[in-house]
């Protein structure tokens, strides 16, 4: 009789670990959501926003493969433009700062929406763009931090949009997107 009552017990332990293993499971899965909506519901209500937030660095692994795509990308990018006769680390330091608003944006298309507009992901923009181009990395911030008074920069930045969802997708970015276009169409060369 206590064998059995002992069987009996270990069985009720073991299915209220598989059900305690389950509910975790379970919260796990929806936990970013409702974490990423209470952080949403926290920006708003404060009346005062800085131009960029400031949040905790990406995770490493996030952090690498968004640095990867950024650098094929800016890779790819600086390629193309080279081909088409404009070489950006030649180029004015304007055009340099396009190239900076273009890439911010393919970033922006690239990374979480949680992480988007971050000092961290400036960051790691500026680092890309003054190897590829050799403007400086507090110039490129700085570009980052002021694209609202530029239309040229806010047309670049919308051009690394569309370039880089596309290119997420297809492995390529449309003529119409790409960084020599953006900087073509909308700015003196």
């Given at each position: 009789?206590?064998?059995?009552?002992?069987?009996?017990?270990?069985?009720?332990?073991?299915?209220?670990?598989?059900?305690?293993?389950?509910?975790?499971?379970?919260?796990?899965?929806?936990?970013?959501?409702?974490?990423?909506?209470?952080?949403?519901?926290?920006?708003?209500?404060?009346?005062?926003?800085?131009?960029?937030?400031?949040?905790?660095?990406?995770?490493?692994?996030?952090?690498?493969?968004?640095?990867?795509?950024?650098?094929?990308?800016?890779?790819?990018?600086?390629?193309?433009?080279?081909?088409?006769?404009?070489?950006?680390s030649q180029a004015p330091g304007s055009v340099r700062a396009y190239a900076a608003a273009?890439?911010?944006?393919?970033?922006?298309?690239?990374c979480g929406q949680s992480e988007r507009h971050s000092d961290a992901l400036a960051g790691?923009?500026?680092?890309?763009?003054?190897?590829?181009?050799?403007?400086?990395?507090?110039?490129?911030?700085?570009?980052?931090?002021?694209?609202?008074?530029?239309?040229?920069?806010?047309?670049?930045?919308?051009?690394?949009?569309e370039g880089a969802e596309y290119w997420h997708r297809h492995q390529y970015v449309q003529?119409?997107?790409?960084?020599?276009?953006?900087?073509?169409?909308?700015?003196?060369?």
């Amino acid at each position: 009789m206590i064998n059995g009552f002992v069987a009996f017990t270990q069985a009720g332990l073991l299915v209220l670990l598989a059900a305690l293993a389950w509910r975790m499971l379970m919260l796990s899965r929806h936990e970013p959501l409702s974490a990423h909506s209470r952080h949403q519901t926290a920006l708003k209500t404060h009346s005062e926003k800085p131009p960029l937030r400031k949040q905790k660095s990406p995770t490493s692994t996030n952090r690498t493969e968004l640095f990867t795509h950024l650098h094929i990308l800016a890779g790819l990018q600086e390629r193309d433009c080279r081909i088409s006769g404009l070489e950006l680390s030649q180029a004015p330091g304007s055009v340099r700062a396009y190239a900076a608003a273009w890439l911010y944006g393919a970033a922006c298309a690239l990374c979480g929406q949680s992480e988007r507009h971050s000092d961290a992901l400036a960051g790691l923009v500026a680092q890309i763009v003054s190897r590829r181009t050799g403007i400086r990395q507090a110039e490129a911030v700085q570009t980052i931090a002021t694209l609202t008074s530029c239309g040229v920069l806010l047309a670049c930045f919308r051009a690394g949009l569309e370039g880089a969802e596309y290119w997420h997708r297809h492995q390529y970015v449309q003529p119409q997107s790409s960084l020599y276009a953006a900087i073509t169409a909308n700015a003196l060369i």
